[in-house]
């Protein structure tokens, strides 16, 4: 089992940037990796995954080109570059985990409930 903290989270101008950062206890090389939020009113939407290997990505339209995850398994780390914030981006982001399945190390995960591990969520808010 894996427990998650996210932290980085702040109030930024548009056209900012922030980095979060999530700090996983357990045996974190062997998970695949998301990031998520949830804007009031909204339904929690994927943002950015990586694969328990590191070596595959995926993000949602709304971030590619934005967005950056990566996976630090030597310091049990994912983070999230965010940068040319927009307003819209403001929400609070969650990272989550799951176990990687052997022979499948280079999938990642789009959808939340694939997901069996959550940390409390860091809010990101974005001035106009």
């Known amino acids: 089992q894996v427990q998650l903290v996210e932290s980085g989270g702040g109030l930024v101008p548009a056209g900012g940037s922030l980095r979060l950062s999530c700090a996983a206890s357990g045996p974190f090389s062997k998970y695949a990796m998301g990031w998520f939020r949830q804007a009031p009113g909204k339904e929690r939407e994927f943002v950015a995954a990586i694969s328990w290997s590191g070596d595959n990505l995926g993000y949602a339209d709304s971030v590619k080109g934005r967005f950056t995850i990566s996976k630090d398994n030597a310091k049990n780390t994912v983070h999230l570059q965010m940068n040319s914030l927009k307003p819209e981006d403001t929400a609070v982001y969650y990272c989550?985990?799951?176990?990687?399945?052997?022979?499948?190390?280079?999938?990642?995960?789009?959808?939340?409930?694939?997901?069996?591990?959550w940390g409390q969520g860091t809010q990101v808010t974005v001035s106009s």
């Open positions: 989550a985990a799951r176990l990687g399945r052997l022979g499948y190390s280079s999938n990642y995960y789009t959808e939340d409930d694939e997901y069996p591990y």
